[in-house]
């Protein structure tokens, strides 16, 4: 019985295939294959695509976009690198012609000259339409209620954000909330001549504190790093700390006064060794990384520090500096922050805030900051790279930030 009901079943299964037409099947299976063979990413960016295409057609949308039709943005940024600025001139250049508003990159020596701005301007109608900030900087901007909320749930190309995989969900411990939306990821790095760390291992690419003092007494004079409170030079002493306490859980916590008795000691004894072998003793440090780097490449250090873990492929490249240069960063991981766009409460052109912002999220904008001479990594899902990325440090607490440069000063600055 058993064998008669399996032959019907083989019959059936036959009549099946024939009365179905056997191109046909083979029809299906190409079109099984062809559905499978897309990779998850590919179907995800396809969606995500399409959600920000209705985003674009939304009311709210088109309303932005018309508002924003003939309005001058003023965005104070950072503008101590020529490829950042480049950039920007660029990023003008196709906002103009696709929105017709206008971009006015107005260059700063650091971002806490805008916050002295508006904070003296307290809300009212501010000269700043939009500013490139995190750290301590937002922290305060957000706590005195001074920032656009929202922004996220306004701007179209946010959606592309990877909050999940590079979690962009806090600045400096801070909440972002919607105050602020990521543009761009920063990895603290170190470059350095190949001799300075690894004469006897050419594939090293971690340091500690320990084998920057014992290069320094090797080498004297030839390491330096940018004098605090430019974001780099206070970003090593971070690097340092951190370090040289094993990443103690208090930094990355608010600042209290036993912490800081506790945890700061440990650096100032680690640079009081350091710093009378260093370039100019310890009594002159460079003004800014871009500073740092000209030294580096004029030969007269064998150090140079960077955020951008893109940068020494950059400048070996354009044959700035040598092919066997190393990049290098601190064992444990390099200390890892987004850097961020926000609006002002005050600002006379939010609309164009946000359409600059929607801009500089697209998949063109972010490619040509990869791609070009910035090389700044992306921090939108679809252009994601990983094997650009170096091992992640949790960055500390805003408070600590003002501590460790204020005391600094008072013991190094004179």
Do not use: C
């Not at 179907?43 to 976009?65: H, P, R």
């Not at 999220?361 to 070009?372: M, T």
């Amino acid at each position: 019985m058993w064998q008669t009901s399996k032959h019907a079943n083989i019959r059936s299964r036959i009549g099946f295939f024939n009365s179905f037409g056997w191109a046909n099947l083979a029809l299906l299976f190409a079109v099984l294959l062809s559905v499978l063979s897309v990779s998850p990413v590919a179907l995800g960016n396809s969606t995500l695509k399409e959600t920000i295409s209705e985003l674009e057609a939304s009311q709210q949308w088109q309303q932005t976009l018309k508002e924003a039709r003939g309005q001058t943005v003023y965005f104070y940024a950072w503008g101590g690198s020529k490829p950042v600025n480049d950039y920007l001139r660029w990023a003008a250049r196709e906002i103009a012609s696709r929105y017709k508003v206008r971009l006015r990159h107005v260059k700063v020596a650091d971002i806490s000259e805008a916050v002295s701005r508006l904070k003296a301007e307290d809300g009212s109608k501010s000269a700043i339409d939009l500013l490139w900030v995190n750290g301590e900087n937002f922290s305060y901007l957000k706590a005195q209620k001074l920032l656009l909320g929202k922004l996220p749930s306004a701007i179209p190309n946010t959606t592309l954000l990877a909050t999940e995989q590079l979690s962009l969900h806090n600045d400096f411990g801070v909440p972002m909330e919607g105050y602020e939306v990521p543009w761009g990821v920063g990895q603290f790095n170190l470059i350095a001549n190949q001799s300075l760390f690894s004469a006897k291992n050419p594939e090293q690419t971690s340091i500690t504190p320990a084998d920057i003092l014992s290069a320094a007494e090797r080498n004297p004079g030839r390491i330096s790093y940018p004098r605090p409170p430019e974001f780099h030079g206070t970003t090593f002493l971070k690097q340092l700390l951190v370090a040289l306490t094993n990443s103690d859980p208090r930094l990355f916590a608010l600042a209290t006064p036993n912490a800081q008795q506790q945890l700061l000691p440990v650096l100032w004894h680690y640079l009081d060794k350091l710093h009378p072998i260093i370039w100019q003793n310890g009594s002159a440090f460079p003004s800014s990384n871009t500073e740092q780097l000209a030294l580096f490449t004029q030969q007269q250090l064998d150090l140079a520090v960077s955020f951008n873990p893109n940068q020494m492929a950059k400048e070996q490249s354009e044959k700035r500096i040598a092919s066997n240069a190393q990049r290098l960063f601190f064992d444990g991981g390099a200390i890892t922050n987004s850097h961020n766009l926000a609006i002002p409460k005050g600002a006379q052109s939010p609309a164009g805030a946000k359409v600059v912002i929607h801009f500089l999220l697209s998949e063109l904008a972010q490619k040509h900051k990869v791609d070009g001479s910035w090389g700044d990594p992306a921090v939108i899902t679809p252009l994601l790279d990983p094997a650009s990325t170096l091992p992640a440090q949790q960055e500390l607490h805003s408070s600590w930030q003002q501590v460790i440069e204020d005391t600094w000063q008072q013991k190094y600055g004179a």
